[in-house]
């Protein structure tokens, strides 16, 4: 098959990964299909890549896997990471035994770039500090006050630092680019305030007036928890046209039996419960979660966290309306959220926490600024200048590009974490149930009746309803086993058969112990009686499980 080369130490426009994309449709006709699921606000596509051998069976009749990614503007890096995915399916199917394994038995529907408009800003100069889709441009989302912007035609916005007897912050006392905190009782020194670059609409002359941005946050439009008192959640569940397209693909594709929606920043895997401490959440499922995610940090490297007991820090206002608290809380399927890149503790800082707003003190500063100067440069630092500002008089701009530090890597480091993270990804997606029918074996009693037997297994390590959340909320569909008669009929027992849900190997973690959880069976056996009405009769089993796919297999009676 030929190879499509993709740049992995850069990241691509939507131009350019639209290009991308379309080539690997191009160049892999059979294994996949692009389509288009929303127009964005600005008119671009939101790209959608299926992934399977259509050979093998159609793809409704396998196990499925989704990745999405850059829900938010600025989260490049994730982008980068789904695209690696798609080309790394394909371009190793045939050559690599695991992914040609997974490419034939399981289908991988991919969402590499959700948020079009939104990455365009943030991946343009000068670099917009924004997170949501295209509703508005950047300055339209506020009324009055400070509108970030780039007022020194640098191309990048960046801080101003302002000089101000009042002011929080002071140089740092071994490096003056280094901003520090202002010690409690601190007096008798040069203080400033920091704002972000820009402008002042309807300036008083005293207060700086800073909106909260009204740029949407698409990560809070889901349904489950809804509320619109959280930062972006719009104007009802699934208001924007991007989080629709993600519901229909999700809804459409009952198979999904495992999601990975990438973020950045911090290096970490996050699981759930956002709304709920541990002890509060289903043993089994914390179980579970806790196993697929020591796969996650053996080959990421990123520590798997609950939202909840570790990422949100005011436990009274836990997140609303996200995408996996509508997965997994609603429909029972096993998704994690992984941040990827940790600037911090790639510089040498020790981690610390997982959720670090600031202010950080001047040893980690000093650590991060170094690493970004040497391994970034300009992009990554802006060195502090001069600027007569027409609002607030002499005033510095410069300081840290957050999108470029902060948020994503440096192209050169890019790869490497694409590559171990899509690896994560196949891991979890082969941890899908699978069922098949181990065997069909008939037996003559004579006067042309036959005794048919069919066992049927779940050869996955997940179960067949994926999780407790799934048979708590009545959404785990049942196993069934239906037996078709050609030239032959039925004469006992019924010819369809719920089997109810298949356990899978990880409720076997351990050595059996009546203190442990308890086992469940993972192979079921179903008998009929079946007259033969002449010769050639046979029989065909058919076993069909939502999430662990579609197997038939066919006996004769003679």
Known sequence: ???????FDTYHTYDAMTAHLQNLAKAYPKLCKLTSIAKSFQGRDVWFMTITNPDTGPALEKPGFYIDAQIHAEEHATSAT???????????????????????????YIIPRINPDGAEYAMTAPYHPWCGNGRCLPGEDRIEGLIPQDINDDGYIVQMRVPDSKGEWKKDSENPDIMVQREPGEEGGEYYRLYPEGLIRDYDGVHVHIEKQQDGNMNRNFPTNWTPQEYGAGEYPFSEPEAAGMRDVILNHP??????????????????????????????????????????????????????????????KARHGSLTDWTYEELGIISFATELWD?????????????????????????????????????????WESFDHPQLGHVEIGGMVYIWSYRNPPGKMLEEICHNNTLFNLKHAASA????????????LGADLHRVTAVVSNHGYLPTNLSDVAVQNDVAKPVTLALACEGAEVVMNPADVKLGNLAGRNERRYAYSNWGQQWSPVTKKVEWLVKAKGEGAAVTATVVSEKGGTCRKSVGLD
């Open 1 to 7: 098959m030929p190879k499509v080369d993709i740049a």
């Open 82 to 108: 789904a695209l690696y995915a798609c080309w790394y399916l394909l371009t190793n199917y045939g050559a690599d035994e695991e992914v040609t394994r997974l490419v034939d038995t399981q289908v991988f």
């Open 255 to 316: 198979n999904i039996t495992g999601m990975c929606a990438y973020h950045t920043h911090g290096g970490i895997i996050l699981r759930p419960s956002m709304l709920r401490p541990d002890s509060e959440m289903s043993a089994p499922d914390l179980s579970l979660y806790k196993a697929l995610g020591e796969v996650g940090e053996r080959l990421t490297g990123y520590p798997t966290i609950s939202v909840y007991e570790d990422f949100t820090p005011d436990k009274t």
């Open 343 to 383: 600037l911090e503790r790639t510089a040498g800082v020790p981690k610390e926490g997982y959720y670090n707003l600031g202010p950080r003190d001047a040893e980690t500063q000093r650590l991060v600024h170094n690493w970004v100067v040497e391994h970034v440069g300009e992009q990554g630092f802006r060195a």
């Open 433 to 444: 149930p699978r069922v098949l029918i181990d065997s069909v074996e008939v037996e003559s």
